[in-house]
């Protein structure tokens, strides 16, 4: 409960940064997606209703889970354009300290969300864990 708790809040912050502040999203956001403000305006409103729904709407936390799973995977190739083009926000270049890490925790955010979404059990079934029930 503490993890999904966690992630949802993960999830709220960047959803409100995302409309608070674009600018750096939209900077990072590959040039073959169409009208970048459009959709991170809708990123943040997706990550904002996924990360209620997760903590605070049972009925919806598996399509949550789902929903925010999908929502790492699509914004994966902005880390990559971000990372491979050196792009600067807010006058800061990043360099592979951070993005290193950024590209090898993305799967465990992808498992955390249908994890703690209750989605699957994997690694922990036949544990004495529900799905759904952390």
């Keep these: 409960m503490v993890l999904r708790w966690l992630l949802a ?4 912050l960047a959803g409100v940064a995302h409309l608070r502040s674009p600018a750096g999203f939209i900077a990072i956001t590959p040039h073959w ?3 970048p403000p ?3 305006a809708l990123t943040g409103l997706a990550e904002i209703a996924g990360a209620i729904a997760l903590a605070a709407i ?3 936390r598996q399509a949550a889970g ?3 799973a999908l929502y790492a995977v699509c914004v994966f190739p902005a880390n990559i354009n971000h ?3 050196h792009i600067a926000l807010g006058g800061t270049a990043l360099g592979w300290w951070y993005h290193a890490p950024r590209f090898a925790l993305q799967p465990v955010l992808v498992w955390l969300a249908l994890w703690v979404g209750g989605v699957t059990d994997w ?3 036949g544990r004495g864990r529900v799905a759904g029930t952390q």
């Design 9 to 12: 809040a993960a999830y709220l």
């Design 123 to 125: 690694p922990f079934a």
């Design 58 to 60: 049972p009925r919806l």
């Design 33 to 35: 997606v169409p009208n």
């Design 38 to 40: 459009l959709v991170i």
């Design 66 to 68: 789902i929903g925010l």
């Design 83 to 85: 990372a491979l083009n």
